[in-house]
């Protein structure tokens, strides 16, 4: 069974950075597309950044530049730096894996992936 636990939200200040973390079992996270997706209060899922399998990574327009996302295969982990928050990050974020095998194919539709965890909370203040 899959099990993801997402952990490092916290509230912090505007220009501020936190790195996320989903630590995986019963399931590599190397071994499928896999992202990193949020919810605003009154908003819909959107997605934030993704890394396929082969490593390649994709970024929503509105994180370029700010967050990273990376994964350790032996720690089964993926991970989202992020940096120069602002309040409009704010918001429930997942780690969700691709609902389909795609070898090389990278996506942020959040219509494709699923999630198996809880989330964390992200508050940025200004």
């Known amino acids: 069974q899959v099990r993801m636990v997402e952990s490092g939200g916290a509230s912090v200040q505007a220009g501020g950075s936190l790195r996320l973390s989903c630590a995986v079992s019963g399931y590599t996270v190397s071994g499928n597309l896999m992202g990193w997706f949020r919810q605003g209060p009154g908003k819909e899922r959107e997605g934030v950044a993704a890394i396929a399998r082969d490593g390649r990574t994709d970024y929503a327009d509105f994180v370029k530049g700010r967050f990273t996302i990376s994964r350790d295969s032996a720690k089964n982990t993926l991970y989202l730096q992020m940096s120069s928050l602002q309040p409009e990050d704010t918001a429930m974020y997942y780690c969700?894996?691709?609902?389909?095998?795609?070898?090389?194919?990278?996506?942020?539709?959040?219509?494709?992936?699923?999630?198996w965890g809880q989330g964390t909370q992200v508050t940025v203040s200004s």
């Open positions: 969700e894996i691709y609902k389909f095998n795609a070898p090389s194919y990278i996506t942020l539709d959040h219509r494709d992936f699923v999630d």
